[in-house]
């Protein structure tokens, strides 16, 4: 079993940067491959990026590459979202995830999941 906690989120204005945090416990962190999603009102939750379990590799939704960074620190136990030249579309809450399997865009593989933080994007 993993806990993970987002934080960071907040009110911002279009162009500005946010960066989330999520921080794990339980389970050796260094043992999951990490991602985030996002939900915006009235639609499906769906992926925003990902990153291996070494951080060596990444992976990203098209609508935020080049502008959004998936790092983390595994001494830390925490996997971080640098979100840059935010859009008012971006406007989400945005939930961090914990895979058994591999870094994906997929879902499903993702075995445990955060409460979400909320980030809105003024125009």
């Known amino acids: 079993q993993v806990q993970l906690v987002e934080s960071g989120g907040g009110l911002v204005q279009a162009g500005g940067s946010l960066r989330l945090s999520c921080a794990a416990s339980?389970?050796?962190?260094?043992?999951?491959?990490m991602g985030w999603f996002r939900q915006a009102p009235g639609k499906e939750r769906v992926f925003v990026a990902a990153i291996s379990r070494s951080g060596g590799s990444t992976y990203y939704a098209d609508s935020v590459k080049g502008r959004f960074a998936i790092s983390r620190d595994n001494a830390k136990n925490t996997v971080y979202l640098q979100m840059n030249s935010l859009k008012p579309e971006d406007t989400a809450v945005y939930y961090c995830?914990?895979?058994?399997?591999?870094?994906?865009?997929?879902?499903?593989?993702?075995?445990?999941w955060g409460q979400g933080t909320r980030v809105t994007v003024s125009s």
């Open positions: 339980g389970r050796t962190f260094s043992s999951y491959a």
């Open positions: 995830a914990a895979s058994e399997y591999y870094y994906t865009d997929y879902e499903a593989k993702y075995n445990y």
